[in-house]
């Protein structure tokens, strides 16, 4: 079934994002990040870390994130698991400031809305030491770079 803003209002994910980057994401970029939340569940992580958001980018289907992704031929083989609502989870520093990289560039280009490239790019600015001994991370970080 796929999201719509009215289901994804009530998901705990979105309570984890602050509101003023809420408001511009687009409905692709808030199912990538409840599709992130869904990977942190699934690895029994506290918090949705950056990885977790990148991993998810290789799963949005049909966005732009995921075709400049299939480009470099950078493709995750994990699988989206389902969500399990109810886990209490936390946005870590390091995908806040994902996200805040995310709408300055959507600002510097004058685009309206965060879409998932915004988020790709917000993955990229970030130091490799944000993604700790992943098997996607800084790999596809040191490859896109």
């Given at each position: 079934m796929k999201a719509t803003q009215a289901?994804?209002?009530n998901s705990p994910t979105i309570e984890l994002i602050p509101a003023n980057i809420r408001s511009v994401l687009t409905l692709r970029a808030l199912r990538t990040l409840e599709?992130?939340?869904a990977f942190a569940e699934q690895a029994g992580a506290s918090a949705i870390e950056p990885q977790h958001v990148l991993?998810?980018?290789t799963r949005s289907r049909g966005s732009l994130a995921q075709l400049i992704l299939k480009h470099w031929r950078l493709a995750a083989t994990a699988q989206p698991p389902a969500a399990r609502p109810g886990r209490s989870l936390v946005l870590a520093d390091a995908a806040r400031t994902l996200l805040t990289h995310a709408v300055a560039i959507?600002?510097?280009?004058?685009?309206?809305?965060?879409?998932t490239e915004h988020l790709l790019f917000g993955a990229v600015t970030l130091e490799p030491r944000h993604y700790p001994a992943t098997p996607f991370g800084a790999p596809i970080l040191a490859k896109i770079r």
């Open positions: 289901n994804l209002a599709t992130a939340r991993l998810a980018l959507a600002a510097k280009h004058r685009h309206r809305h965060v879409g």
